[in-house]
Nanobody, 122 residues
Framework: QVQLVESGGGLVQAGGSLRLSCVAS????????MGWFRQAPGKEREFVATITGSSGRTDYSDSVKGRFAISRDNAKNTVYLEMNSLKPEDTAVYYCAAGPRISGVASDYAYWGQGTQVTVSS
């Protein structure tokens, strides 16, 4: 069983930056693909970014490409989401997820964190 705990959310002005962290425990972290998803009020959960376990290959949604960066530190069992040039439409609860392969589909991930709120004011 893998447990995931996110942190780093908060309130930021448009154009600002935040870095989210997600610490994993209970599994072999380097074998896990990790993803970030988000869910705004009244909307479905949507893919943000994903990274493979060892090669570090990444993929992003078009809405965040060029502004967000996903990375991981396998020695610390941690995945990060660096968010720059934030926009009000980035406001959402951000979730960390772990699964067997890199994917932009939420159902491909078996483990989820509790989420961290990101609010971007205009």
């Amino acid at each position: 069983q893998v447990q995931l705990v996110e942190s780093g959310g908060g309130l930021v002005q448009a154009g600002g930056s935040l870095r989210l962290s997600c610490v994993a425990s209970g599994g072999t972290f380097r074998w896990l693909a990790m993803g970030w998803f988000r869910q705004a009020p009244g909307k479905e959960r949507e893919f943000v970014a994903t990274i493979t376990g060892s090669s570090g290959r990444t993929d992003y949604s078009d809405s965040v490409k060029g502004r967000f960066a996903i990375s991981r530190d396998n020695a610390k069992n941690t995945v990060y989401l660096e968010m720059n040039s934030l926009k009000p439409e980035d406001t959402a609860v951000y979730y960390c997820a772990a699964g067997p392969r890199i994917s932009g589909v939420a159902s491909d991930y078996a483990y989820w964190g509790q989420g961290t709120q990101v609010t971007v004011s205009s």
